[in-house]
Structures are given as structure tokens and as C-alpha cells.
Nanobody, 128 residues
Framework: QLQLVESGGGSVQPGGSLRLSCSAS????????VGWFRQAPGKEREGVAC????????NYTNHAKGRFTISRDNAKNMVYLQMNSLKPEDTAKYYC?????????????????????WGQGILVTVSS
């Protein structure tokens, strides 16, 4: 059974950068599409960036476009989220999630209901 563990979170000043990592184990990772989601206090969980199993297709939601980049290395069972030009409104708990269903990344990013396996989440705080 697939298991996901996030790392790389922390505190950063506005305008700074962070790279989140998601390490997978327990299954053949290239068969899983992956999404990064986030949830701020009092708000619903929302999609940030998603990637197909091969890495050939990606999708970004509006608040991520132009600032965040999702990538994966299936040989290492890793997915990354490079976050640049961070804003205070990016403060949230970030989750890595995956599904083996054959959804396009744009659909995965549209709702948490399309993901089956979730990591425990990691905090990102953007503050001066």
C-alpha cells in the first residue's frame, strides 16, 4: 500500500522560496498521479499543483501559476513542489496526495475527493 511522507516545510519571509518533497513507498510510484494540496486554518483544503504518473502532464491552480513548480523523479519515488515568491496567504499545511485512478492532473487538482492516499501534511509559514 502506498505511503507518502512530506518534508521541507518551515518558515520563510515574504518573497522567499521553499521546496517541499514527498517521499513515496510501498507501491510502484509511477502508476500514481500526485497532487499537492493545502489547507489554511478555517479554510477548505484546496489543490495547488498536480502531476501525472509519468510526469509528462502538470496542472496548477490559479494561486500557484507562475510561482510554483511541481516535478517528480520516479526512480527515487519522489515528488517536489518548488515554491517561489511566497506570500503570507500561502501559509497553510501542505499535503501530498496520490491516486492510481486514471484522472488528468486538472481533475485531481479540482478536488481532494479524487485523491485516495494522503501524507500527514507539513506546515509552511510565510511571515515577516
Amino acid at each position: 500500500q502506498l505511503q507518502l511522507v512530506e518534508s521541507g516545510g518551515g518558515s520563510v519571509q515574504p518573497g522567499g522560496s521553499l521546496r517541499l518533497s514527498c517521499s513515496a513507498s510501498g507501491a510502484t510510484f509511477r502508476f500514481f498521479a500526485v497532487g499537492w494540496f493545502r489547507q489554511a486554518p478555517g479554510k477548505e483544503r484546496e489543490g495547488v499543483a498536480c502531476i501525472s504518473g509519468t510526469g509528462g502532464t502538470t496542472n496548477y491552480t490559479n494561486h500557484a501559476k507562475g510561482r510554483f513548480t511541481i516535478s517528480r523523479d520516479n526512480a527515487k519515488n519522489m515528488v517536489y513542489l518548488q515554491m517561489n515568491s511566497l506570500k503570507p496567504e500561502d501559509t497553510a499545511k501542505y499535503y501530498c496526495a496520490a491516486t492510481q485512478k486514471n484522472y488528468f492532473p486538472w481533475r485531481i487538482c479540482s478536488s481532494a475527493e479524487y485523491l485516495d492516499v494522503w501524507g500527514q501534511g507539513i506546515l509552511v509559514t510565510v511571515s515577516s
